[in-house]
């Protein structure tokens, strides 16, 4: 089985939720059987699932699997089903907070339960005692069961949380702290296996193997290895290398592994990778997204384990095949950008080199499509709106929050800008020249530079000058014709991208794992017959 390691797979996803689910498509479609693994608990998950194309059975969360909630039938759960334990209750509904209020025959209140508008599902009940503290929180699973209690302290802290089975047989304990700054700190975690074992964890880490090594165990076979796919390393770097049996174990870099990513070959690492980078040696294999990054990894690591260069992005022949659609036909003038309002990608610049260009080519409109980074209190959104104000942009530049509609978007747009300062590939850019926009990017590593050929697909300008970038929009919108002929080539080179050349590199991953197994096999029962062996001598002692 191959496993796809991630945290969720929330509504709004970042460039690594839609990744895994282009290379779900890709496996699936080739008959590669995978699963998609989240180590976070989210109650909205399997909703969220259905907005996209994996299948439930695609999917295996740590909690759900701990909770036996991997597969559970859907149901609506009310305020009329709950049962507080009191008589004569009843309740008094607060419409603009999607809540009720239940009250006793004394008027004491007793709880609140909030719940989603339509059908009024429950989301969460908060529960007090006699003298009006609140002594716990049920939140519920959007299946409709009680998935998550949280126990409070005297001072309303978090002391305990506990994750019940569907059938709400407790299956796993959460202990916390009060540290002497009022920060809440877990401590200890209980699991209660399926058939009453009790395991006693320190750290979320340690209950992250364990889960592992049962997914190792459940899926082990004889013919060929398990490949467990680290796509963010955090979750599991410290963890996966040392499962009890073997498995094919890869790290991928999903973004720039150098802080600067100007100058990969010195300076501090991205500290998502760093410590797997320093321990480059216990995967069996890396994979990059571009050769380029692939090259700077052997430079300035020299591993002995295998490199691999694969694209995140995949676009569908079908796609490929579709009828182009010409420039005469777009929105003249329409610059997009589809990417998280977040520091690093700089958009407040792209808004500076559109008011540039806007000086000479007036036409000119941008549109900016992500959801808002909350960093440093918003920062990043709160430049764009600043750089919109100086430059008298309020009708000319429109924030748009993140879409699902992205073919919609890019085929209307004429120019697919990109600003940022580091990328580990930049999909959308890859989608939008697909679509048969013209790519406009700084000189960054790494994607666009590689994705782009200057002259070509698009331009390709030094970082951070957004005068020359606004100089590159005056030339393409200029010549008409110049724009159809990239536009053109922008669709023909897309066929980098195509599912058989990206399936055709993730063949050789795939062919090497199956090649290492028994190797892998047989070190492991070497090693387990010395184990035995020593074991038996220190008894003879």
């Known amino acids: 089985m191959i496993f796809f390691l991630n945290a969720t797979m929330q509504p709004q996803k970042s460039g690594i939720e839609h990744a895994q689910l282009k290379r779900a498509d890709l496996f699936r479609a080739h008959g590669e059987r995978f699963k998609i693994v989240l180590r976070e608990w989210d109650p909205l998950l399997h909703e969220n699932i259905k907005a996209t194309s994996l299948k439930s059975f695609e999917v295996i969360n740590m909690f759900d699997y701990f909770q036996e909630a991997t597969e559970v039938s859907n149901q609506t759960i009310t305020v009329d089903k709950l049962d507080f334990g009191v008589a004569n209750t009843h309740r008094v509904e607060e419409l603009k907070k999607n809540r ?50 949280q126990w409070y302290t005297p001072d309303n802290k978090i002391g305990s949380e506990t994750w019940q089975s569907p059938e709400g047989r407790t299956v796993l304990e959460a202990f916390n702290k009060i540290n002497s700054d009022g920060s809440v700190e877990k401590v200890c975690w209980r699991l209660i296996s399926r058939v009453g074992e009790i395991h006693i964890f320190d750290t979320l880490e340690q209950v992250t193997l364990h889960f592992l090594n049962l997914l190792n165990d459940e899926y082990w076979s004889k013919n060929e290895p398990n490949i467990f796919i ?49 321990n480059i040696n216990v995967y069996d294999a890396v994979v990059s997204a571009t050769e380029r990054q692939t090259n700077d990894i052997r430079s300035r690591f020299k591993p002995t384990t295998k490199l691999f260069t694969i694209p995140v992005g995949v676009i569908p022949m079908k796609q490929l095949r579709q009828r182009r659609v010409p420039m005469a036909e777009r929105t003249f003038g329409k610059v997009v950008a589809l990417a998280r309002k977040a520091p690093e990608k700089q958009l407040d610049q792209l808004v500076k080199a559109v008011a540039y260009a806007r000086q000479q080519v007036p036409q000119i409109t941008l549109d900016l499509y992500g959801y808002k980074d909350p960093t440093n209190n918003f920062l990043a959104e709160r430049l764009i709106e600043s750089a919109i104000r100086e430059n008298n942009l309020e009708n000319i530049v429109t924030l748009h929050d993140y879409t699902d509609q992205v073919a919609l978007v890019e085929q209307d747009a004429q120019v697919f800008g990109v600003t940022s300062s580091m990328e580990g590939f930049n999909l959308s850019l890859m989608e939008a020249l697909g679509q048969g926009d013209i790519g406009v990017t700084y000189d960054v590593n790494y994607g666009p530079n590689s994705i782009i050929a200057d002259g070509k697909n698009g331009y390709i300008v030094p970082l951070n000058d957004y005068k020359s970038m606004g100089e590159v929009l005056i030339h393409i919108f200029k010549n008409p014709r110049l724009m159809q002929q990239i536009s053109d080539t922008s669709y023909e080179m897309s066929y980098r991208y195509s599912s058989d050349t990206v399936w055709a590199q993730w063949c050789l991953l795939l062919m090497d794992a199956k090649k290492m197994w028994p190797v892998k096999q047989a070190n492991y029962f070497h090693m387990a017959i010395n184990d035995l062996e020593g074991a038996d001598e220190e008894s003879e002692l």
Do not use: W
């Open 100 to 149: 009720y209020l239940i009250y006793d025959i004394n008027q004491q209140l007793i709880a609140r339960v909030n719940y989603r508008t339509g059908q009024k599902q429950v989301i969460s009940t908060e529960l007090f005692d006699g003298f009006g503290n609140l002594y716990c929180v049920n939140m519920y699973d959007s299946r409709g069961f009680v998935s998550l209690s």
């Open 230 to 278: 680290l796509d963010r390393a955090h979750l599991a770097q410290t963890v996966l290398p040392y499962l009890d049996k073997p498995s094919y174990n890869v790290l991928f870099l999903h973004n720039s592994h150098a802080s600067d990513a100007s100058h990969p070959e010195k300076g501090i690492l991205n500290n998502n990778y760093e410590y797997s980078l320093f």
